[in-house]
């Protein structure tokens, strides 16, 4: 603010006259850039406002004297500048940053125009490297006033936000969306890829939207670090809950204190000391991270709160324990912990974190088993059990279905059901049928908006589909209406016109009036509709029929393999094959298949069980211990692996990639390949700015570029949304080639296995052996489901 006001002040002094959007501009970036780079930030438009180079050495010098000081406080102080926000790695987020907040009593105003001078400023910082345009900027906000809901203090979970305004880099996501979330309900929240889901989690979970209630502990699973690599699993589930775990460290500490010699005071003063000092640094812990994440009116209160604790941190640390701690502190602080004590049952706690290991996938020996030791699909089941076990306020799940086996799926979505601890629950989900089981209403992100449904995602999609008919027909009902009142107008106005009939003209200006009320003749509550309904200005007197359209996603195209030349029985096959990385124990054991050329094939099991291990036999990435794997001479496979999105070049475009991976094709093949998969301007950004489902639709592109034979597809809808899958599923079902699946999703198998085709199978693969599986998906969920329900 200081050196905003000191450059304003000199332009006045100097007689430099700006444009007063350049003014304006300049006072927004002013608030914060420090005084070492305000000359090559500014000079620009000193230059074009034809300053002399002369008088522009003598300004920056005056401002320099005059700032003093002020501008070293200053440089000190932006040490403390909000950082961005890392990239999302999953989901559908472009990415986050944080907020330029307006205050606690925000309202949204339009960014100020930007001259052609303030722009090829931008564009000189930028060049400059003094623009981070690599890490998107995104602004958070919403309404507010004195009786808005984080002024007040009150016990309420309950989340009622109006007006939020949501974007990245200048791009809309949200413009005036209400956000409502209802304490102890369960949402869905559903949205095309990129619409800013994951956002606005992320936003919600990290503080940056301005207005969510202050008190109210929001939780999102990306939220949830690995903190030590050398606990074991449930030692580092147990960790998530600080709370908790601060308070047995505290109470640990000073039992061993007080079991020592009665007389030795000094060394309870130490332990006394000791926590004194882990309590100020866990402060100062919360205060960078708000200072981090906020910036604006709110970060600069945070980064004084920040100073404010840095301050105590360092008094308390240039003291001894003799002299903080005293016979009353001392006193205060045990009685304190010791109350605290007796409300945190461990015991209770750690079978509570055994259970939801064992839910989503732990075994025994696992749950002691060092975190260092699990790959990231391991992890992120840590993680989903961390965000089960604190129990915040307001949960958020984004695919938490992604990793997990079916009878995990199973179990979590029986935990989530089950949950009455007053957590409401925002989940975000391709999986149809966990959507449908768990959720109670639904949050539809679309255009910019934030509608609700009393109702899960398929009653949602049936009420929506029964809506658009109805109001189809009134629309039409409507059209043919309104073409007759128009004849009718015409042919008055003629007669008007030859007869000089003057009531001819009352009759048209009554048609008009009808034309004027046409529209819904009663509100969607099936009231039927009255003007006072309708307060303030429109330019219709009756609510108009829109009907809605379907959400329009990218078809895919997938091309037909060329013909092979076939004479055997059989296109791809094992023959009595075996493997296991430990010789004493065998993953598969003499398992035999045979692969058709029209084949739909789909193996079933838990996490663990070899589903992946035979599908790298089948495409030979991994040699089988014994047995054989054979294959048609010509015959070309396309395998979609759990790890083929992370295994993208992430600094290359997608169309730089598939160029780099296939030599002798042009941009122009490219672009035109990618074009068949629905992925149109996003192949000339990078993959690493794109979200988890176009990464999957880039990878599938480059997958089907050779026109495979047969497709191995090992979980493909992980991170795609439900528009894709439905688009996903009618081209496999058109597919002429043979299918391999492996997919937790139940509605995506049930859409392309049939129980009545012969060339369909199912396969479950259990203790080594590959075992035919004749009943149909749903009767296998059920017993799968039984047993999870045994064993909870």
Known sequence: MALRDTFIGKLAEF??????????YLSEILQDLQLSDLRESTETFLIDANTSTEAIQQFYESIAKTAGTQGQEKAKEDHREPKKLQKSQSGDSSGDTEPESKGSTSVRKSAPRRTRRAKKAEGQQRQTGQDESEEPDIVAISQQSRFHLETLETQSTEIDLRDVQLSVNQVDLLVDAKLKLKTGTRYGLVGQNGVGKTVLMKCMA?????????????LHIAQLQIQDENKSVLDEVLSADKRSTTILREGKMLQEAQGQKLEDTEGLYRVVYQILVSRARDRLDEANKLATRRSGTRGHEARQELIKREKEMAEILAKTSAEVVNQEVANQVVGEVFERLELVDEEELRVRAQKILRGVGFT??????????????????????????????????????????????????????????GTTLVVVSHDRAFLNAVTEETIIFRDQKLKYHAGNYEDWEKNTEEQRIRKQALLDAQERRKKSIMASIQYNLQQAKSTGDEKRLGQVASRKKKLDRLGMEKTEDGRRFKLKYRAGWHEHQREQIVVEQAVKTAAIKIADPPPLRYNGPHLLGLKEVSFGYDKSKKILDRISLDIEPSSRIAFLGGNGCGKTTLLNLLTRQTQPQSGEVYQHPLLRIGYFSQHIVDQLPMDMTPVEAMMQQFPDLSEHDCRAHFGTLGIGSIVTRPIAGLSGGQRSRVAFALMLYRSPHVMVLDEITNHLDMGTVEHLVEALAGYSGALILVSHDVWFMKQLLSEDDNTHQMFVVKNGHVVPWRKSIDDYVASVLRQVKKNM
Request: hydrophobic share 45%; with cysteine; net charge negative.
């Open 364 to 421: 025994e020996e696992q749950l002691q088993a060092s975190v260092s030791t699990f790959s990231g699909g391991w992890r992120m089941k840590i993680a989903l059990a961390k965000s089960l076990f604190m129990e915040p306020d307001v949960l958020l799940l984004d695919e938490p279905t992604n990793h997990l086996d079916l009878p995990a799926i199973l179990w979590l979505q029986e935990y989530l059901c089950a949950m009455d601890n």
């Open 206 to 218: 990290d503080g940056l939207l301005v207005g969510l209630p202050k008190h109210v502990n929001i």
């Open 15 to 24: 007689n430099i006259t700006l444009e007063e959007e350049t003014v304006e």
